[in-house]
T-cell receptor, first 111, second 116 residues
């Protein structure tokens, strides 16, 4: 099993719809999780941290389920500008462990 | 902008050559991580430097090496370049190593390396 798995998509979603995608992880040593968005040929940009209790930032909601080892991202009222690749990453508490990114999920918002 | 800078932005090398990529971290950040991102893939962790010491390494051969300076800027060196080394090389700086929601990584714009 890969350490961090994401559905590569693409998810083609009409503007205004709600879309959700998950990221599963196998390394229980992963302590912190983040969602990044990456536009084509650009660097990843931090979208939001993922807290154990779940957190919301405007139209975006992130959840962490440690028992089932997955994190999720929900985007409400999607905008054309949300079209991007969304990467999840697990950061270990142990400083010597690897930081693991998923391969990303591509999202296309359709007008 | 994140305040993380990388140079050069693009580079073309031939097989067998050596390359040095540079990264300046965001002010106040003492940790730099390097990643390789091939087309259509997520960033692959190469290694991390914390206070001038290597602090965690991914599955990359020893010809990938690095350095961090007292001002926390960093270099990535790749020897004996191979065609498969062609990729976007990203560096990211953070407040510190380890897993904490306060240790978000902020990426530079990357260096696109092409090996012919």
């Amino acid at each position: 099993r890969k350490e961090v798995e994401q559905d590569p998509g693409p998810f083609n979603v009409p503007e205004g719809a709600t879309v959700a995608f998950n990221c599963t992880y196998s390394n229980s040593a992963s302590q912190s999780f983040f969602w990044y968005r990456q536009d084509c040929r650009k660097e990843p940009k931090l979208l939001m941290s993922v807290y154990s209790s779940g957190n919301e930032d405007g139209r975006f909601t992130a959840q962490l389920n440690r028992a089932s080892q997955y994190i999720s991202l929900l985007i409400r009222d999607s905008k054309l500008s949300d079209s991007a690749t969304y990467l999840c990453v697990g950061v270990p508490m142990n400083r010597d462990d690897k930081i693991i990114f998923g391969k990303g999920t591509r999202l296309h918002i359709l007008p | 902008e994140t305040g993380v800078t990388q140079s050069p932005t693009h580079l073309i090398k031939t097989r067998g050559q050596q390359v040095t990529l540079r990264c300046s971290s965001q002010s106040g950040h003492n940790t730099v991580s390097w990643y390789q991102q091939a087309l259509g893939q997520g960033p692959q962790f190469i290694f991390q430097y914390y206070r001038e010491e290597e602090n965690g390494r991914g599955n990359f051969p020893p010809r990938f090496s690095g350095l961090q300076f007292p001002n926390y800027s960093s270099e990535l060196n790749v020897n004996a370049l191979e065609l498969d080394d062609s990729a976007l090389y990203l560096c990211a700086s953070s407040l510190g190593p380890g897993g904490s929601v306060n240790n978000e990584q902020f990426f530079g714009p990357g260096t696109r390396l092409t090996v012919l």
